[in-house]
Nanobody, 117 residues
Framework: QVQLVESGGGLVQPGGSLRLSCAAS????????MGWYRQAPGKQRDLVAT???????NYADSVKGRFTISRDSANNTVYLQMNKLKPDDTAVYYC???????????WGQGTQVTVSS
């Protein structure tokens, strides 16, 4: 069982920045992949960014050049640095971890990000 706890969400003005954190209960480098997803009201949950065990990153086109996913082995934490935020980035952001071998997915509880003036 893997537990993921997100933090760092909040209200920010357009053009501002936030950094989300996802603290894992396991060694994140043992996971097949870690990622951030988001879900706006009335919409499906979409991929934002992922990072593989080997460190390969992948981003949704809408966030390329503005968001950066990274990880910290000492704290078993995955981060999402979000810059130049837009109102369209408003959503609940979820952390997902996929285990190696079984490829089972675990989700955090989500953190709200609101971009508004």
């Amino acid at each position: 069982q893997v537990q993921l706890v997100e933090s760092g969400g909040g209200l920010v003005q357009p053009g501002g920045s936030l950094r989300l954190s996802c603290a894992a209960s396991t060694n994140i480098f043992s996971m097949y992949a870690m990622g951030w997803y988001r879900q706006a009201p009335g919409k499906q949950r979409d991929l934002v960014a992922t990072i593989s065990r080997g460190g390969t990153t992948n981003y949704a086109d809408s966030v390329k050049g503005r968001f950066t996913i990274s990880r910290d082995s000492a704290n078993n934490t995955v981060y999402l640095q979000m810059n130049k935020l837009k109102p369209d980035d408003t959503a609940v952001y979820y952390c997902k971890g996929t285990t190696a071998g079984t490829l089972r997915d675990y989700w955090g509880q989500g953190t709200q990000v609101t971009v508004s003036s």
